[in-house]
């Protein structure tokens, strides 16, 4: 999995791109967030517009994610889901429990 | 175009690494059943989640012990077997993973990636062998 982060208004914009899986980039999610917490970020979107696969491990990670921010105060957004990924968050019920959105700009503009 | 002859048989050791392998081996195999990208996806996550549940569960990571995955057909349908080399692994003592008490658990979804993604998912355990996980797609 690549991965890259930017800020956008106080927002940081993670974007993704490859697999999340297990023994990959499921760790690398859960460091990349864990170090933006660490920081003090309350904002955090993640781009999934990238993914390509998300396996049972790379949404578990992504769930403990979100309870790590919300513990924190923060909160945890995602955005352009492909087809995909949509599936398996409707799959799992996990549809209910993120907030997403469309696009990028809608997403940042939501924190505000 | 269907023109799999197998059957198929991958050995591995238990190393996430080696699944990228397998799914490699996945997809070359479904591309001679002649399922089109989104059953290729389809199979290759639930083949994955397999291979990890032996891995993890079956195998708990002693890398001395195998994974095997075989692939055949018969009926229209593409079989895929994977025994661990465990002390038997009880998938239906897995918590529901849409109950709302598990819903937010960071683990415990990967049957019901099988169950979802393939048209036919069983399990076995046998004496003096690991548990067999069978998955079924119709071709």
Do not use: W
């Not at chain 2, 997809?27 to 059943?33: M, T």
């Not at chain 2, 075989?70 to 849409?98: A, H, W």
């Amino acid at each position: 999995m690549k991965s890259a982060i930017k800020d956008v208004n106080g927002v940081k914009v993670i974007e993704l791109q490859g697999k999340i899986t297990i023994g990959s980039g499921d760790i690398q999610l859960r460091d990349m967030i864990g170090n933006l917490v660490k920081e003090g970020q309350m904002k955090i979107l993640v781009n999934m517009g990238g993914v390509t696969m998300m396996d049972s491990s790379g949404v578990g990670e992504l769930v403990g994610c979100f309870t790590t921010v919300a513990n924190k105060g923060g909160k945890l957004k995602l955005c352009n889901l492909t087809a995909k990924i949509t599936d398996i968050l409707t799959v799992t019920q996990l549809i209910t429990v993120f907030d997403t959105f469309d696009s990028e700009n809608d997403a940042v503009a939501s924190f505000f | 175009m269907n023109d799999f002859a197998g059957p198929v048989v991958v050995s591995i050791s238990s190393r996430f690494e080696n699944i990228e392998v397998v799914q490699l081996v996945c997809e070359n195999v479904c591309a001679k059943c002649g399922f089109d990208g989104e059953k290729t996806y389809q199979v290759g996550l639930a083949l994955r989640e397999g291979v990890a549940n032996a891995m993890k569960h079956g195998n708990r990571f002693d890398l001395s012990r195998l994974v095997e995955v075989r692939f055949e057909q018969g009926q229209g349908i593409l079989r895929i077997e994977i025994e661990d080399q465990g002390e038997g692994f009880d998938p239906s003592k897995v918590p529901d993973p849409l109950a709302p008490e598990n819903l937010m658990k960071t683990s415990g979804r990967g049957i019901l990636y099988m169950k979802t993604m393939m048209d036919r998912y069983e399990y076995r355990i046998e004496p003096g062998r690991g548990t067999i996980l069978v998955i079924e797609k119709r071709i």
